[in-house]
Each structure stands twice: as structure tokens, then as C-alpha cells.
């Protein structure tokens, strides 16, 4: 079956700019997650999305940083006024429905390589 | 609070020689454990992981985990390496707070295959 896709694969921007990065996660995961990974700062994790629970933004690192989930599939990422400490890989992820505390596998999209000039 | 520490950012071995990856934890509960890979511009992919039950986990591609509580371990071992090995490799650690999972990412392992 498809796995989590993500649009675009690389995006140059520049700074000040705004993005935004696309999430299709594979059918019937409820569970949605965005990570970061940069050279910098290793693999962070940004936000998570639960069905219609209200999402964890606890790891987005300013208010530059949003994301929205629509009808509990896609997912955007925005990124405003880009600096060019965003550039880094934003990878997305989902998963089943949490059941087992923490046990389910996350499955990971290719990422959107970002480089903000 | 959960964290992962991998120890090596680059391991190098020979072609058909024995892989250790070391990683180790700290979490003040019953942890899940993870290890993916990462090739090259390519997202992560789920290797193995260990929730309960039997401590020995083995995974894709020859690749097996041994949860070790006492030792607050994970290392992952292959007994032959091959050259299609040579990628990043990840440790992680499931962090449960409230109705959040996410997972807590060492800083990675570039393993290298010498022919």
C-alpha cells in the first residue's frame, strides 16, 4: 500500500518568504506527527495531531512554526518569514490510533528538504 | 524525562564482519525502543522495536536488538555486514506524556561498509 508522501521533496526559499510543506499520511492512521532533523539539532520532534483532540505544539521552536490537519488526513506545515536556521529536512510521520501507549511504529515520509537562502 | 545516547557517530567495519551499534537509555518508566534507518535522501524506516515480552527483537535485514534493563541498553548487532548496510542509523525512545506519543531520537550512527 502507499506509504506517507510529502510535497514538494526540496523547496528553496528565501528568507522572509513563507512555505508551506505537504503531508499525505497513509490511509486510516489517525496519528500525524512532524519532526525536524537538521545538522545542528539532530531529529526534534514539532507537533503531533490526534484524530480530533486538539494537536501537541510543544515542540514547534517559535510562532513562525503552525501546522493544520484537515478532515484528519492531510496535513501543512507553514513556516513564516523564513530564517535560515529552518533550513533542514522536515520529516512527517503516522501512525495507527494511540492504544498501546507509545508502542506503535511510526512510519516515515521522504521528508521536504528545505533550504532557505 | 526519556532520552536516547548513541555512542559512535561513525562506525566502520569490513564487509561480512560483526555490526554494533550501541545506544542507551534513560527513562524513568517501562521504555519502547525503536531503531530505524536512513539511507540517503530517503525518509526513516522502522528496523525493529522492542514494547514487551521477549527482550531479544529481531528485525528487517538480519538485524536483532537486545533490551537489556540493567544495563539501560538497546544495541543493535548484525553478524555479517553487507555493503547495502552502509546508511545512518537511529536509536529512539517513545515518550508518552498525556495524550502525546512521540519519539525521542539519539543523535544517529553512520555506519560505513568497507569491501
Known amino acids: 500500500g502507499a506509504g506517507v508522501s510529502q510535497s514538494p521533496s526540496n523547496k528553496v526559499t528565501e528568507k522572509g518568504k513563507d512555505v508551506e510543506l505537504r503531508c499525505d499520511p497513509i490511509?486510516?492512521?489517525?496519528?500525524l506527527y512532524w519532526y525536524r532533523q537538521s545538522l545542528g539539532q539532530g531529529l526534534e520532534f514539532l507537533i503531533y495531531?490526534?484524530?480530533?483532540?486538539?494537536?501537541?505544539k510543544s515542540g514547534l521552536p517559535s510562532d513562525r512554526f503552525s501546522a493544520e490537519r484537515t478532515g484528519g488526513s492531510v496535513s501543512t506545515l507553514t513556516i513564516q518569514r523564513t530564517q535560515q536556521e529552518d533550513s533542514a529536512v522536515y520529516l512527517c510521520?503516522?501512525?495507527?490510533?494511540?492504544?498501546?501507549?507509545?508502542?506503535?511504529?511510526?512510519?516515515f515520509g521522504p521528508g521536504t528538504r528545505l533550504l532557505v537562502l | 524525562a526519556q532520552s536516547v545516547t548513541q555512542l559512535g557517530s561513525h562506525v566502520s567495519v569490513s564487509e561480512g564482519a560483526l555490526v554494533l551499534l550501541r545506544c542507551n537509555y534513560s527513562?524513568?518508566?517501562?521504555?519502547?525502543l525503536f531503531w530505524y534507518v536512513q539511507y540517503p535522501n530517503q525518509g526513516l524506516q522502522l528496523l525493529l522495536k522492542?514494547?514487551?515480552?521477549?527482550?531479544l527483537v529481531k528485525g528487517i535485514n538480519g538485524f536483532e536488538a537486545e533490551f537489556k534493563k540493567s544495563e539501560t541498553s538497546f544495541h543493535l548487532t548484525k553478524p555479517s555486514a553487507h555493503m547495502s548496510d552502509a546508511a545512518e542509523y537511529f536509536c529512539?525512545?517513545?515518550?508518552?506524556?498525556?495524550?502525546?506519543?512521540?519519539?525521542?531520537f539519539g543523535t544517529g550512527t553512520l555506519l560505513a561498509v568497507q569491501p
Open positions: 510521520a503516522s501512525s495507527l490510533a494511540l492504544r498501546g501507549g507509545g508502542r506503535e511504529t511510526q512510519y
Open positions: 490511509s486510516g492512521h489517525t496519528a
Open positions: 495531531f490526534q484524530g480530533n483532540s486538539a494537536p501537541d
Open positions: 527513562s524513568s518508566v517501562p521504555p519502547y
Open positions: 522492542y514494547t514487551t515480552g521477549a527482550t
Open positions: 529512539a525512545v517513545s515518550v508518552l506524556g498525556g495524550a502525546t506519543n512521540k519519539l525521542i
